[in-house]
């Protein structure tokens, strides 16, 4: 199908490119689930991996966040364990915790075990983006996949974590599993990144969010090559790239280098300090997620800090520094929408 012709008019697409836009863009990570009363309401009596693998709740939860706020781009429903559940992989996501694994990945069979992603794995995938494709018109679609790395660690770790220790562990201590590891991930997040532009995505997000825990070296070493074959399979698809990760102040320079067109900064760093570090490539973010709570006033003055700081950058497109927090109030992301939308360039 041929892409929407206001596609070429998108601020989303255009700041991305780096090209001039009429107005700075803005989504939200976490737009779709968690926090809209119509997607509580949608999936009660629903698991998440089962919503995800339905073609309409899929494409009615990613629309609603799009119709409510109106933002410039939707991002595709889905979890980054999807993929390993679709390939076979034993692993729930449940409700107040997140994805748990039933049997951790640990040794070299482990590895060998988890079958390489094809199209046949992912149906209801193809299925759901050209819905969604059909129905979002002119505001693209970022389709996206988990990162290597925060990938490994929930395979490794079997659940959350907050040291990852066990994955870092296998890192340092088994460098022949850990590589066969990464490159299993990383080859299964291209290929479901395929599926996504084969069907119709407009760009693409690549998750590191727990990149963080690394330091320079050891991302350069262990991480950075893995994450730049997925960024590098999804450039040659001509899709624009976004790599984000938390807490990675020190990381943004090299996950730039990774292969990405726009490097997202999380609301640590001030995006004064990350846009030199990114060099000639696009940002995204990086309001503190939790200034929602505060009052509006107070909120957008310091939404207008992070746009006159964007214009440093290649391109700018708007977002929250992490995932909007549950408890958030979605009048008051209608207001930042709309705040961003008619700030004055
Ligand atoms: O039952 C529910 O509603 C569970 C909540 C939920 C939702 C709505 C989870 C569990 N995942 C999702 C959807 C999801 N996950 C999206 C869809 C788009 C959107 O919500 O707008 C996306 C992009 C993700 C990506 C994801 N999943 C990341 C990377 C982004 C980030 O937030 O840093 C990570 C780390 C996950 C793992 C995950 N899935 C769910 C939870 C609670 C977690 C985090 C657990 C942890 O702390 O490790």
Known sequence: MAPHPDLAQSAFLQAVRGEPVSHTPVWFM???????????RLREGVGMLESCMRPDMVVEITMQPVRRYGVDAAIFFSDIVLPLKAVGVDLDIKPGVGPVVAQPV?????????????????????????????????????????APFTVASYLVEGGPSKDHARTKAMMFGAPDVWDALMRKIAGIAAAYLEVQVAAGASAVQLFDSWAGALTPGDYRASVMPHSARVLAAAGELG?????????????????????????GVDWRTPLATAVPQVGDRAVQGNLDPTL????????????????????????????????????????????????VQTYPL
């Open 30 to 40: 976490r737009q779709a689930g968690r926090s809209l009363p119509e997607y509580l």
């Open 239 to 263: 899709v624009p790239r976004i790599h984000f990760g938390v807490g990675t102040s020190n990381l943004l320079g090299l996950m730039g280098e990774a292969g990405a067109d726009v490097v």
């Open 106 to 146: 640990r040794t070299l069979a482990d590895v060998e075990a988890i079958p390489d992603l094809t199209p046949d794995h992912v149906p209801f995938i193809t299925e759901a983006v050209r819905g969604l494709v059909g129905e979002l018109g002119g505001t693209p679609l970022i389709g996206f996949a988990g």
């Open 292 to 339: 929602v709570f505060a009052p509006t006033e107070v909120m957008t003055a310091r939404a207008a800090e992070v746009i006159e700081a964007g214009r440093a950058a290649r391109g700018h497109v708007f977002n929250l520094g992490h995932g909007v927090i549950p408890a958030t109030d979605p009048d008051q992301l209608a207001r930042l929408t709309e705040f």
